[in-house]
């Protein structure tokens, strides 16, 4: 995806250590449990970026749940992104990223499934990406959908529901919703963050955090073509802490009940 790297990793890493640690004391006392997943988005490539996020989730023994573009994919790719994954199969969810990742409404937010088009349309193309991904990862693919833009509409919903999908992962708040099809959203962005005072950002993002814990569940939203040196420190020594924290379950998709 297009974009630069968000204002707040020109922050001290040091500082973002200390209010980590701040901001972990602080909402831990304030709750009992939660779980906490990452997910990381626009997979397909491979890359430098790629494997710097592969080895930190993979040192930390911390799974990560992988959306991955469908119409990206290619055996290739596949081969030299299992290299990269390693030996441990166990730690990674590879789900569905849209298909294309093309924007499709002509007005208003971006959406590859939006409200703009017709069941048909949205179920053929939901069903090219699923079958591109089982032809390509095989049993490695699991049948979860995570829509380009964090949403998509009601004729989604329904259609991934037939095709037994588990769930989807949005952004938080996003509709409509599903009475049935689970949406383990994101409550946490890393690297898509819009606001230029890096400062002000600094402060939103612990805030959006103790938050995101204190709901019990936390989703953090990976983009990993836009991770500068200080946000992969800042993602080691965030992957450290929570490693370490009883009270938190650190899962994929794959394993919410
Ligand atoms: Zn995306």
Not at 23 to 49: M, T
Not at 69 to 91: C, F, N, Q, Y
Not at 168 to 174: D, L, M, P, Q
Request: aromatic share 10%; net charge negative; hydrophobic share 40%.
């Amino acid at each position: 995806m297009a974009g630069s790297v968000s204002a707040i990793w020109n922050c001290d890493p040091r500082d973002m250590a200390r209010s980590l640690d701040k901001c972990l004391g602080e909402s831990l006392e304030k709750f009992g449990r939660a779980k906490v997943f990452f997910r990381a988005d626009d997979i397909a490539a491979p890359s430098q970026n790629f494997s710097r996020l592969m080895g930190l989730f993979r040192d930390n023994k911390t799974p990560l749940c992988l959306a991955v573009v469908p119409a990206w994919m290619s055996h290739t790719r596949w081969e030299a992104l299992g290299k990269i994954a390693g030996d441990d199969a166990s730690l990674w969810c590879w789900h569905q990223h849209g298909w294309r990742h093309r924007n499709h409404e002509a007005t208003g937010k971006k959406q590859e499934f939006g409200p703009s088009r017709t069941r048909e349309a949205v179920a053929r193309d939901l069903a090219l990406g699923r079958d591109r991904l089982e032809s390509v990862l095989g049993n490695q693919f699991y049948p979860f959908f995570t829509p380009p833009w964090n949403r998509c509409g009601s004729h989604t919903l329904a259609v991934l529901e037939d095709m037994g999908y588990s769930g989807v992962s949005r952004s938080k708040g996003a509709l409509p919703t599903s009475d049935t099809l689970p949406d383990l959203f994101v409550n946490v962005d890393l690297h898509t963050r819009r606001e230029k005072d890096g400062g002000k950002d600094f402060q939103a993002f612990f805030h959006e955090f103790s938050q995101a814990l204190e709901t019990g569940c936390c989703g953090v939203m990976i983009h990993h073509q836009l991770m500068n040196e200080t946000a992969f420190d800042f993602l080691e020594v965030l992957l450290q802490a929570l490693g370490t924290e009883k009270k938190l379950d650190l899962i994929a998709f794959n394993a919410f009940e």
